[in-house]
């Protein structure tokens, strides 16, 4: 069909959800990309009335592991029933043959994603402070979802989960390091000693920051998204790293992924912990042991720029 997107025809789609789905869509779809990349690819899909967004995994890609559009459909779909506002999903295709690659469909969902901080400034410090608040806020209810009680017991293998997050650090660190790192080593030692115990097991988002999020109207959190490295496992691996997000922004020449949170108004890390730990009630005496293993090595880090948390 003339005007497909890159990886989305729409041809095939609508045969697809007129079989699987009938009555979803009713007129002839249009679509855009909405993000790219080496990420899943997201596009926009509407036939003038119902809008409806698609993933698939990137053109091209190699890694099925990296890119399971049944994990990302199935504990969305998991949370649909809970406080965790994620979009509601309407099909899961694992079919190569329809468009090339596994893909799902859900509905689209109010709210804008902010990831950077000039965007959050022209709304003020006030509502800036309530957005990132919120943030916190829907993090510490991702982590109060039983996993068993919405049918996601066997998603992750939370026994030694935190091990091998720390191996895997060393792993990653080791496969793209361009220099040597003073200390490096040592590091690893102090982190693979000092394994704390895990925290009480809950659904982890793997990659939560503001930029995932969509934030609607009212400034609170419309949508959780990009669930691709979503597992079961110890929820302050998510805290850590949205943590480290924060300090990486606030630390020039850190190569920061987001620079939201040097916004005026956006909660401090202290602020952020606390908030976090009044919410979920779990204790963060450990969270310099968590802040250090989700650091990500970059050409620009040394062990000197890894942050810790604020006592």
């Known amino acids: ?53 698609v993933r698939r995994p990137p053109l091209g890609h190699v890694l099925a592991t990296a890119h399971d559009m049944a994990r990302e459909h199935r504990v969305m779909s998991a949370l649909v029933p809970t406080q965790v506002p994620v979009p509601r999903t309407h099909a899961l295709c694992e079919d190569d043959t329809v468009l090339g690659a596994p893909f799902y469909v859900m509905d ?24 990132s608040s919120t943030v916190t806020d829907t993090l510490a209810d991702l982590h109060h979802v039983d996993p068993l009680e919405v049918g996601l ?60 999020l969509l934030i609607g ?11 691709e490295m979503a597992t079961i496992g110890d929820p302050l691996t998510d805290v850590a790293l949205m943590v480290a997000y924060q300090q990486m ?10 620079d939201a949170p040097r916004a ?17 009630g779990r204790d963060l005496g450990a969270m310099d042991f968590y802040l250090t293993s989700s650091w990500r090595s970059s050409s620009k880090a040394s062990t000197r720029d890894i942050p810790r948390a604020r006592p």
């Not at 293998?157 to 990653?172: D, T």
């Not at 080593?185 to 000092?194: S, T």
């Not at 922004?249 to 987001?258: D, K, L, N, Q, R």
């Open 1 to 53: 069909m003339p005007g497909d997107p890159p990886g989305l025809d729409l041809g095939r789609l609508r045969a697809y959800l007129d079989d699987h789905r009938p009555g979803l869509v009713a007129g002839e779809l249009s679509g855009t990309v909405i993000a790219g990349g080496r990420s899943n690819l997201t596009y926009d899909v509407t036939d003038g009335h119902v809008h409806l967004v």
């Open 108 to 131: 689209k969902a109010p709210g804008k994603a902010f990831r950077h901080a000039e965007e959050l400034a022209e709304l003020g410090a006030a509502r800036t402070r309530s957005i």
């Open 153 to 212: 017991a066997d998603f992750g293998r939370p026994e030694g989960f935190l091990e091998r997050q720390v191996h895997r650090w060393k792993k990653q660190l080791d496969a793209s390091r361009t220099r040597d790192l003073a200390g490096i080593e040592v590091l690893f030692g102090y982190l693979r000693a000092n394994v704390p115990p895990q925290s009480t097991t809950s659904i982890v988002h793997g990659d939560y920051r503001l930029d995932n």
């Open 217 to 227: 109207a009212g400034d609170g959190v419309t949508a959780v998204l990009d669930w």
């Open 249 to 258: 922004a606030e630390h020039a020449g850190s190569g920061a992924v987001t």
């Open 264 to 280: 005026p108004g956006y909660l401090q890390v202290d602020e952020v912990l606390a908030r976090y730990a009044e919410r979920s």
